[in-house]
């Protein structure tokens, strides 16, 4: 029993140190997890799909998916997996944590950057290098939907704004010969790079039934 106990908390030590969560934010998630998965201990997409607000996020396939991409999870591949344990439930869970207080500017910079391909990743589904002018104009709309004074026509407005500076930005530094294919993730971080990425990208997961999982949103 001591031993169980042991290892548990060595384990839940590690995530802590992996992941930035406290021991007792581990703690509560875990009893979410188990609670999430109906005590098998490996999440799969439909279990995802029992999550209320989740459902009926406009946004639900590509946060899903995020949950099971292999690029997210440090493994040098494609591909989606079917099922993940409570370490790579955390992994994700730690794209969406803002950085402690105290943090360097160097690795404030390095979070933001992490933040971004992770972002990427969820629009470039495909995993061609490349989002499309369509998925990049919904993720602005996803952004600003995090600011409540701004109503639903002005974010509208804003992100057909930064369409055109999308075509500034990555087809005028194209040659006469070539072909438009979409925004690379060099181009997508000069888009964003005012955007503070690394406050924004907020996830509030205490309550599975109430549960709000959007981009640009935090309680």
């Known amino acids: 029993m001591g031993g169980s106990q042991s290892d548990r908390a060595h384990k839940f030590q590690h995530l802590s140190d992996k992941t930035g969560f406290s ?17 098998e201990g490996v999440l799969r997409r439909e279990h995802l799909d029992n999550i209320i607000n989740l459902a009926v996020n406009p946004i639900r396939r590509q946060i899903t998916g995020a949950f099971f991409d292999k690029r997210n999870l440090g493994q040098n591949e494609d591909g989606y997996l079917q099922e993940i344990e409570f370490e790579d ?12 207080q105290g943090t360097s500017e160097e690795e404030k910079q390095n979070i933001k950057k992490e933040k971004l391909r992770f972002l990427f990743n969820m629009h470039d589904t495909d995993n061609d290098g490349f989002i499309t002018l369509d998925e990049y104009k919904r993720l602005v709309e996803e952004l600003l939907s ?7 026509e002005t974010a509208k407005a804003i992100s057909d704004a930064a369409m055109l500076e999308v075509a500034s930005v990555t087809m005028g530094q194209m040659g006469p010969d070539e072909y438009y294919e979409g925004i690379t993730f060099a181009h ?32």
């Not at 439930?89 to 402690?100: C, D, R, S, V, Y």
């Open 23 to 39: 021991i007792d934010q581990i703690n509560s998630l875990h009893k979410r997890f188990m609670s999430l998965t109906e005590n």
């Open 89 to 100: 439930f955390l992994t994700i869970l730690a794209f969406f944590t803002p950085p402690k």
């Open 188 to 219: 997508f971080q000069k888009i964003l790079k005012g955007i503070q990425i690394e406050t924004k990208m907020n996830i509030n997961f205490w309550n599975l039934d109430t549960i709000r999982v959007q981009c640009g949103k935090s309680k």
């Open 146 to 152: 995090s600011n409540e004074t701004i109503e639903t």
